[in-house]
């Protein structure tokens, strides 16, 4: 028992949880029976076991009942069921906090990916209660959103409701035509206030933190975004925030923008997250990265995430591509991917189809390798996917395909980042991120005794993604099974039908314990 106890003694920030983890590997157990004693739900056979949070990493089994891992041990157990892991990793299921793409067939397309928890938390959705309801019961993942900047924008102008727009087409371009409207004029005292109430309320019920994406909402002004960074900060939440564009930078192109959110975090003492650093940072990605860690050591909470391509994607009627987008954005026309047709714009193509197909999304090749390749392989940078909902098979592959890509291709081909480094980013650093917003999450993202039972196991000689801009929801590769909840949603490389375990992620004041 004593090298047991110089384990814990060397790991006195550990949870209760991972000290009873370590115990059960490396001695006898700590349960008052025998683990081979229980006939457990699931029993995972013979994988390399690796939980990011202890840094474990060792051929063993694991055991499950109700949703929940109760042992992981060298012992032989009987399970109910029983999944063959040799060759395989046994790891956490993959968390993604930057998920627009939340029907049930995008759910499906990212199940197969490793993900078991998908959020909405950069542009969010309002209000959140419909959000909820709609998926409750019927969802094969675990969902969540943030409260929605931009749909409270257009509620108090319009009175429109927002929330998942997505399963309507005809009523998603009524909303986004509201947004063109609503995007540039700035609001007043009341309208702010407004906000503000309905801010809280929606945090009281389940939100995640607040959603912001002021690129898309140039009229959000300084002063506007500030007074939403207070009342965050009041409630100890998270603003996920896609900055401005340089067009605010006056000139000093990506640092300013975001130098404007950090000095947020300064003044009101909030937590920010920064999404999509490789498409934001562009060629700064030094100076930038330079900055958050810097943030990060004067005792600001800031924190940020990556996806693993060299292109974007947004719409080609948004503010993104108003008039200077050139500049702003570090690109050309030859530069924007038509997903309907593969083919790479022209000055003429561009106004027509911008004219004429407003909500279409393009994809725009402009981010350099060397930045994404930097992003991926920082300590503090988080995987996240930025998928966006998939229509008729069109879209950019990242959300069917962002973390096998980092397995299969930064960690495997490339050796860029170790795989237990590579798990921590889409696995424990999320859920930290989001612990002091919802406590449900200080049992994701590990895999050790009394953790949630949300597993992905994967094949590390041969997972990879296969989405393409070409065929962009093509599975990924490697993955045979997940766990949601203890509940195999995808067996054997095939989805379970039937199985519909997802739950919800809310805030804390709103049952997220």
Known sequence: MGQIFDIVSARRKALASTIICLAVSVGPSVWAQSPAATNYDIVIEGGRVMDPETGFDRLANVGIVGGTVQTVTDEQLRGKRKIDARGLVVAPGFIDLHAHGQTPSDNDIQVRDGVTTALELEMGVYPVAPFYSR??????????????????????????????????????????????????????EQQVNRMRELFRADHAIGGVGLGMAPEYFPGAGRDEVLTLFQDTAALGSVVFVHVRGAETAEGDGPMAPMQEM?????????????????????????????????????????STEVYPYTAGSTQIGSAL??????????????????????????????????????????????????????????????????GIPFVDGAGHPRGAGT???????????????????????????????????????????????????????????????????????????????????????????????????????????????
């Open 403 to 513: 973390f096998a890509r980092v397995l299969g291709h930064y960690v495997r081909e490339r050796k860029l980042i170790s795989l237990m480094d590579g798990l921590r980013k889409m696995t424990l650093m999320p859920a930290q991120r989001l612990e002091a917003i919802a406590p449900i999450m200080r049992k994701k993202g590990r895999l050790q005794v009394g953790s949630d039972a949300d597993i992905t196991i994967f094949d590390p000689a041969h997972i990879i993604d296969r989405a393409t801009f070409a065929k962009p929801t093509t599975p990924s590769d490697g993955i045979p099974y997940v766990l949601v909840g203890g509940i195999l949603v995808v067996d054997k490389g095939q989805i379970v039908s039937d199985a519909l375990p997802g739950t919800a992620i809310k805030s804390a004041v709103a049952g997220g314990r």
């Open 135 to 188: 998926r409750e019961g019927r969802s094969r993942i675990n969902f969540g959103t943030s409260v929605s900047h931009r749909g409270m924008r257009i509620f108090i102008a319009t009175g429109m409701n927002t929330t998942d727009s997505s399963d309507d087409p005809d009523r998603a371009a009524r909303i986004l035509a509201t947004q063109d409207k609503w995007a540039y004029p700035r609001f007043d």
């Open 262 to 302: 950090i000095a947020n975090v300064a003044a009101t003492g909030a937590s920010l997250h920064l999404v999509h650093i490789g498409s934001k940072a562009l060629g700064a990605i030094d100076p930038v990265m330079q900055m958050i860690v810097g943030a990060r050591a004067q005792g600001l909470d800031v």
């Open 321 to 386: 591509y108003d008039e200077g987008w050139q500049k702003r954005r570090g690109g050309q026309y030859s530069d924007i991917e038509w997903p309907p047709t593969g083919e790479r714009l022209t000055e003429e193509s561009f106004n027509r189809y911008r004219a004429e197909s407003p909500r279409t999304f393009v994809v725009f090749h402009n981010i350099p390798e060397r930045t994404v390749d930097t992003a991926v392989a920082h300590p503090i940078v988080m995987i996240a996917s930025d």
